[in-house]
């Protein structure tokens, strides 16, 4: 079993759908990240989590610490949104991340 | 604010080859970390660097090796290639480990 595990696999919406990408974890964190990666490989750190909620823009995440669960939203969703989120975290007080193996999004205008 | 420079952004090697790739964090971070991506195995951590210090490896061969500057710039380096090392490399930076910015990559392909 994966340490860090995404669902779903792949997700596709229609332009201003509410989305909901759910990352489960089965190990100590000390933080939990949320990054975007657009294809030709850049990735973009979204959020860095280690407890409650944090808002950017139309982007939301949240963490249940008790539950090792984490969930990302996106409001009002738009084609620019398309783009693998991929689920990390950091182990216990080492330095190492561990990465969910990413949800691929298709926003259709 | 320049961000993480990654070079080359492309490469093409032979089997048996050694290469070395190169990240420049961004000024004033002093935690610089590298992974691999593939399309099988996904992202995996390779290692982390904090003041010229490897502080943790991930689980690869000690083909693949690190090192970390005092200017904090990065290296990896990988000796005798095999097919499988045909990847993404990417490299963020940090100022305290957490909270990473991260490079485009190095895409390397062994032939």
């Known amino acids: 079993k994966n340490e860090v595990e995404q669902s779903p696999q792949n997700l596709t919406a229609q332009e201003g759908e509410f989305i909901t990408i759910n990352c489960s974890y089965s190990?100590?964190?000390?933080?939990l990240h949320w990054l975007q990666q657009h294809p030709g490989g850049g990735i973009v750190s979204l959020f860095m989590?280690?407890?409650g909620k944090k808002k950017h823009g139309r982007l939301i995440a949240t963490i249940n610490i008790q539950e090792k669960h984490s969930s990302l939203h996106i409001t009002a969703s738009h084609p620019r949104d398309s783009a693998v989120y991929i689920c990390?975290?950091?182990?216990?007080?080492?330095?190492?991340?561990?990465f969910g193996s990413g949800t691929r999004l298709l926003v259709r205008p | 604010k320049a961000g993480v420079t990654q070079t080359p952004r492309y490469l093409i090697k032979t089997r048996g080859q050694q290469v070395t790739l190169s990240c420049s964090p961004i000024?004033?971070?002093?935690?610089v970390s590298w992974y691999q991506q593939t399309p099988g195995q996904g992202l995996q951590f390779l290692f982390e660097?904090?003041?010229?210090?490897?502080?943790n490896k991930g689980n690869f061969p000690g083909r693949f090796s690190g090192r970390q500057f005092s200017n904090s710039r990065s290296e990896m380096n990988v000796s005798t290639l095999e097919l499988g090392d045909s990847a993404l490399y990417l490299c963020?930076?940090?100022?305290?480990?957490?909270?990473?910015?991260f490079g485009s990559g190095t895409r390397l392909t062994v032939v």
């Open positions: 963020a930076s940090s100022p305290f480990s957490y909270g990473y910015t």
């Open positions: 190990v100590g964190i000390s933080a």
């Open positions: 989590l280690s407890s």
């Open positions: 990390a975290v950091t182990l216990g007080s080492s330095y190492k991340l561990i």
């Open positions: 000024s004033g971070h002093r935690s």
């Open positions: 660097y904090f003041s010229e210090t490897q502080r």
